[in-house]
C-alpha cells in the first residue's frame, strides 16, 4: 500500500498565479484533510472532507478550494497565490472520525514569491 | 487562547535522559488526547493516543492527562539520538471534525 501520496514535493509559485496541489490515498478512508504547517505554528486546518462529495471549511479556507469527487482523491486548489500562502501543505485520511488515526502524506513544500 | 498550547522548545537533552513534553487545553470536554512525532521534512505519525485521565504507557512512552488541570504529558525514559523529532499533542475539536494540533516541540537528544 502506498498510503497518502501527494504531489509535487516542492513548487515555487509566482504572486498571483494558481496550481492543485494532489492528493490520494488508497486505504479506502471516508475522512481526508487538508493541513498547512507554517514554521513553530503547528499545523492548522484548511479543509477537511467526510466522504465522496462533502467538504467543510476548517480554520484557515480563504484562498483555498476543494472537492472530493472520489473516495481516493482530494485535491486543494490554490487560487491568485499570495506569499502568506508559502508553507509545507500536508494532507491526511482518516477510517472514520479524527478519534481514529490520522495518516499523513509527506507533504508538498510551497513557495509564493 | 489557544485551545492547545505547546512550548516550542527547542529542547536539548543527553542521550539516556528522561523527556518530558507538555501540553495544556483550554476545553474541558476535550477528552481523547493523541501525541504524533514528526521527524525533520516528514509527515506527522502518531505515537501514542489516551482517553480521559491517567497514564498509558508504551514501551519507553509513557501519556499521561490531567484532567484537574487541563494538561497533558508525554515522558521519554531512556531517550535515544533516534527519538530526535517535533512531538505534537492533539485533540478532535469540538465537533470531531478533525485534530486540533499544539505547536510541536522540537527535541534533540544529543549522544
New interface residues.
Partial sequence: NAGVTQTPKFRILKIGQSMTLQCAQDMNHNYMYWYRQDPGMGLKLIYYSVGAGITDKGEVPNGYNVSRSTTEDFPLRLELAAPSQTSVYFCASSYSSPLYEQYFGPGTRLTVT | QKEVE?D?GPLSVPEGAIVSLNCTYSNSAFQ?FMWYRQYS??????LM?TYSSGNKEDGRFTAQVDKSSKYISLFIRDSQPSDSATY?CAT??TG?????????TRLQVQP
Avoid: I, N
Avoid at chain 2, 41 to 46: N, Q, S, V
Fill in positions: 505547546q516550542p481523547y521534512r516528514k509527515g506527522p505519525e502518531l493516543y505534537l478532535p475539536d470531531r471534525r478533525a485534530l486540533t494540533f499544539g505547536s510541536g
